[in-house]
């Protein structure tokens, strides 16, 4: 028998690994979808019982030596605070966007192929489970490719609804493969210099060097992963591969990548900036604070902007996506308590309002055929728990007291008075009022347009859309009102990763 | 100018890796791109090769010598960038595997795997939303 308890980081991982490849033989119907179901709803519950056992043993971390081989020569899976929470969010939306998938998928996708959708979809998560979990460098590229590529199959299904999903998947299989190789010549660096793929390794020898500031080899590394990181979550202007990937992939896919690929992005950068490089390397010595504060501000300027010019409902939140990476970046890369605390509790909040928000859109697409925003005209008043649930997250969106989204900026706003940066703190309410406008495109066409055509025929959602749809936006607005484990979480994980070691 | 030339694996990676990012970049052929991509790769693997070597240093074989101990033939050279690289083969292979495999799909939808036919498609079938 196998000593859950004592295996528990290695089992996050491996359940859904070889369950994501037993999926293929589920066979047709509604089997695939039940298998996939179980095996993402185990892995959530093995995520609520790794951060339980966190909290319990109040040690800073747990740390997993897979196969017993030393951390400094095997590969060293390791849960503290931070990651143990991006796990919950990522299992948690992953459980709840498979549950909806039902109804949506098996709309969208031809029955011959459901199980190796579901395949490859439990991979997905696999891979963004372990790029979270591990502590190895060279792990982490594995399991980022891992990701990828399943991700890149899975948008490219949308290709039975549209067939601009191919090369929407192609575009971001391009600049995701070169993203990821630069993110493989930094790691190869640092190894050049450490000797070391383990995290805390390569931090202890890196602050050992006493010209790590002028050393060429850990310059030339910072500057490869500081370009590959971006790519991979996507910040401004390294967004281009986002929108259509979002907007053509199958509604449930899009769900899950708002909720997760790019937040998993911001995941590996804390790892890296602050847990190899070190906060005094990578926002003090180098400049890259400026680089990446000013690239945030332009994404959440620019492709707010962007959203508004949208006439497809899911190219807006896809726009809107790529602003909120700003906010996020834009946090942590303020380097103090609050900011980075804000960043953290901002993948949560946007995490689940997005996700919610995607979901709503997969059930208008499921009612009504398209999510051009004609098509929602008028929709208010045939769906009004899917609208009302958009309308809900599109507030959490503009960051609207009581919606998780003010949780964040007020967080984001006080880092930013922290550290000076009061030019930071206009931007962001800039922002909010650029957001105020895309997602009042959505709620004037819901609710006070005319249904016509498709629109006027169309039914309330199923409940099996409905439900996962209210959990997410629920959440969304649960963590508005008492953002207690959030913020305290987003609290002290950031003092973590601010007090140095990875 | 002999550490130029000393390290002239370094250049030849630095060199294929160009290549193919250029190929990336430029070429509007989506076959082409693919193999671009590949070699973009393909120069990462000898960058990590290349980093491997010690002087002097042959293959890592410990063996029994005369008076029972096992001991290493001689210097060698660091086998962890080769394992990591097959690691990263296998990943490459695979990349390039869907790659094409999506470029059949496309070859099927469009007809084309001229990128500029495709995006003139994609503009005539009024995807309004710009870039």
Not at chain 1, 143 to 154: D, R
Not at chain 1, 209 to 227: K, S
Request: with cysteine; glycine share 10%; hydrophobic share 55%.
């Amino acid at each position: 028998m196998i000593d859950i308890q004592a295996n528990l980081p290695a089992l996050i991982v491996v359940i859904p690994l070889l369950g994501g490849v037993m999926a293929t033989f589920t066979g047709r119907g509604v089997l695939p979808w039940a298998w996939a179901s179980l095996v993402t709803g185990a892995t959530f519950a093995l995520t609520l019982r790794m951060m339980a056992t966190l909290l319990q043993s109040g040690a800073p971390y747990i740390s997993y030596e897979l196969g017993n081989w030393p951390r400094w020569w095997g590969i060293e899976y390791r849960v503290d605070l931070l990651n143990a929470f991006i796990l919950l969010v990522v299992a948690g939306v992953g459980f709840i966007t498979t549950l909806y998938a039902r109804e949506s998928v098996g709309d969208e996708i031809p029955k011959d192929r459901h199980n190796v959708f579901y395949a490859v979809w439990i991979l997905a998560i696999t891979g963004l489970l372990g790029i979270t979990i591990t502590g190895d460098a060279f792990n982490v590229y594995v399991l980022l490719e891992i990701s990828s590529l399943t991700v890149y199959a899975l948008i490219a299904m949308g290709k039975d609804r549209d067939r601009r999903a191919l090369t929407a998947s192609l575009r971001y299989l391009i600049l995701g493969s070169v993203g990821a190789s630069f993110i493989l010549l930094g790691i190869g660096y640092l190894m050049m210099v450490t000797g070391t793929l383990n995290m805390e390794d390569m931090h202890n020898q890196l602050m050992r060097l006493a010209n790590l500031d002028t050393n060429r080899t850990v310059l030339v590394a910072f500057a490869f992963l500081l370009v590959g990181l971006s790519l991979k979550m996507a910040l401004y202007p390294l967004h281009m591969w986002l929108p259509k990937a979002y907007t053509y992939a199958p509604s449930a896919v899009s769900a899950l990548l708002a909720a997760t690929a790019t937040k998993v992005g911001v995941y590996m950068a804390f790892r890296f900036l602050f847990g190899i490089f070190g906060v005094g390397f990578s926002f003090y010595a180098m400049p890259s604070h400026l680089i990446l504060l000013a690239m945030a501000s332009l994404g959440i300027v620019f492709s707010s902007l962007a959203a508004i010019r949208q006439h497809n409902a899911k190219t807006l939140l896809a726009y809107s996506s790529v602003g909120q990476i700003g906010y996020i970046v834009a946090g942590f890369s303020l380097a103090n308590p609050d900011g980075v605390a804000g960043s953290i509790v901002h993948i949560f909040n946007h995490a689940v309002t997005k996700g919610g928000m995607f979901l709503a859109l997969g059930a208008i697409a499921y009612r009504v055929g398209g999510t051009e925003i004609a098509d929602l005209r008028g929709l208010a008043r045939r769906m009004p728990l899917t609208c009302g649930a958009l309308a809900l997250g599109g507030l959490g969106l503009i960051g609207f007291p009581l919606t998780a989204g003010f949780v964040s900026k007020w967080y984001l706003v006080k880092g930013a008075f922290g550290a000076d940066m009061w030019g930071l703190a206009v931007v962001v309410l800039f922002g909010s009022l650029l957001a105020l406008v895309y997602v009042w495109k959505l709620i004037e066409a819901m609710f006070f347009g005319e249904p016509t055509g498709r629109t006027a025929e169309a039914k309330e959602a199923p409940l099996s859309m409905l439900i996962p749809i209210w959990i997410l936006v629920g959440l969304s607005i649960y963590f508005g009102v008492d953002a207690t484990f959030t913020g305290e979480t987003a609290t002290r994980a950031a003092a973590g990763l601010l007090g140095g070691a990875p | 100018m002999s550490e130029l030339l000393g390290i002239y694996n370094y250049w030849i990676y630095v060199v294929l890796m160009m290549i193919g990012f250029y190929g990336v970049i430029a070429k509007k052929n989506l076959i082409k791109q693919a193999i671009a991509l590949g070699l973009f790769q393909t120069g990462i693997f000898l960058f990590y090769i290349s980093m491997a070597v010690v002087d002097g240093g042959t293959a890592p074989i410990w063996t029994t010598i005369g008076d029972g101990s096992i001991k290493a033939l001689g210097p060698y050279d660091n086998p962890l960038p080769h394992v990591l690289i097959l690691t990263a083969i296998v990943v490459s292979v695979s990349v390039l595997a869907v790659a094409l495999a999506i470029i059949i799909n496309i070859k099927w939808k469009y007809g084309t795997i001229e990128y500029d036919e495709i995006a003139a498609m994609d503009r005539a079938s009024g995807g309004g939303d710009d870039d």
